[in-house]
Each structure stands twice: as C-alpha cells, then as structure tokens.
C-alpha cells in the first residue's frame, strides 16, 4: 500500500519568514494530493491540494509543488504569521471519492514573534 | 458548503459500554465516509472506509467485530465502539467525499474516555 513520508517533524520560523515542508509518497498510482492543517482539538481543515497533471498550485500566501518523477510535494508557506502556528498533514490517493488517503506523520509549525 | 457534523462532540463512559458516533453530511452527498483514529501528537490513522448500502472496509488490524459501521443513507454513517476499553480513548474523526470527488472533509471529531 501507499507510504507517506513527511519532514520536518517540528519547524519553528520567525514571523514574515517563509516555512516549507516536504512530503515524499511510495505508490506511483497516486495522483491527488491534499494538504491539511489541523489546531489543536480541531478537525483537520483543507488549505490546498493538486492533482498529479500540474506541477505547482498557488493560493494566496500557499503554495504546492508536485515532482511526480521523483515522487515527492512539497507545501510553502511565505510571509508567515502567528495565525499559522499549527499541525500541517500532506496525504496522497489515487483520487476518486473512494479513495482513501493515506496521511503523512504530520509537522509541528510555530511561528514566533 | 461541505459541513461535516458529528455527534457526540465528547463522551465518557464505563469500561465495557458501547458507543455510538454520528457522522453527517450536512450539505452534500456523500457515497463514502471514512473514519479515522487520532492518539494525541500522532497522525491520522484510518479505521474504516464506509460505503452507503453496503459493508465497511476496515483497515488491517482493525477489528470489525469491535468497531461496528453502519451508512445507511447519504448522510449519516455511525461508528459503534462496542464493549470499550481504557485503550480504547482516543479521538475519532469521519470525513466524507461528494459523489465522484476527491476532496474529504472533515467532521469536528469525537474526544471518547473509557474510564
């Protein structure tokens, strides 16, 4: 089955400082790619996804980039603020309402002041 | 749009109870509800995938016998823990997916204690 891997655990950056986070997934059939971010005791919440036809979506302040040779996203965050301290989860399925997704270990961003 | 709710927000119950979770689409149609398991500071672990009209699909070392699913319309899939234990408390979040979708949302999650 599918494996996703995600570093770094815990990432602490300056507030206006850019944060990113890189996820790394085993199953070549996966080909849709969401992002989450989750506070604490809260349900996880969508802030971006792609889809393996493009290489790069960008919303805002968030971007996700997809190398589906080497099979790896990655999330950026720019001009970061204290409101974005949080979990952030990536995940990958073969798409479909079915299809699970499988989570990676998730990344412990804070923001400082 | 895409409101997924869940019942009970928190309970607590005596060792070998059963409890019943609500998980609902509020505003869409959901063929597929997924049900996952969180322990504290850990990822999301899914349990099941629930499909309407049919039997769920549990995820290995999963027991059936003890996590009871049921989706039996659209909107509504349950997940009964039956005959709990301390082991058991854990937080347990559903998510659901819109008809040939691929976006899941997610229901605010249930905190369950077995005391």
């Known amino acids: 089955g599918e494996n996703v891997e995600q570093h770094p655990s815990t990432l602490s950056v300056q507030e206006g400082d850019s944060a990113v986070i890189k996820c790394t997934y085993s199953d070549s059939a996966s080909n849709y790619f969401p992002w989450y971010k989750q506070e604490l005791g809260k349900r996880p919440q969508l802030i971006i996804d792609i889809r393996s036809n493009v290489g790069e979506k960008k919303d805002q302040r968030i971007a996700v980039t997809l190398n589906k040779t080497a099979k790896h996203f990655s999330l950026h965050i720019t001009e970061t603020q204290p409101e974005d301290s949080a979990v952030y989860f990536c995940?990958?399925?073969?798409?479909?309402?079915?299809?699970?997704?499988?989570f990676g270990t998730g990344t412990q961003l804070k923001v400082e002041l | 749009g895409a409101v997924v709710s869940q019942h009970p927000s928190r309970v607590i119950c005596k060792s070998g109870t059963s409890v019943k979770i609500e998980c609902r689409s509020l505003d869409f149609q959901a063929t597929t509800m997924f049900w996952y398991r969180q322990f504290p500071k850990q990822s999301l672990m899914l349990m099941a995938t629930?499909?309407?009209?049919?039997?769920?699909?549990?995820e290995q070392g999963v027991e059936k016998d003890k996590f009871l699913i049921n989706h039996a319309s659209l909107t509504l899939s349950t997940l009964t823990v039956t005959s709990a234990h301390p082991e058991d408390s854990s937080f347990y979040i559903c998510s659901a997916a819109a008809v040939n979708t691929d976006t899941q949302y997610f229901g605010p999650g249930t905190r369950l204690t077995v005391l």
């Open positions: 629930s499909n309407e009209g049919s039997k769920a699909t549990y």
């Open positions: 995940a990958a399925s073969t798409g479909g309402g079915g299809n699970k997704l499988t």
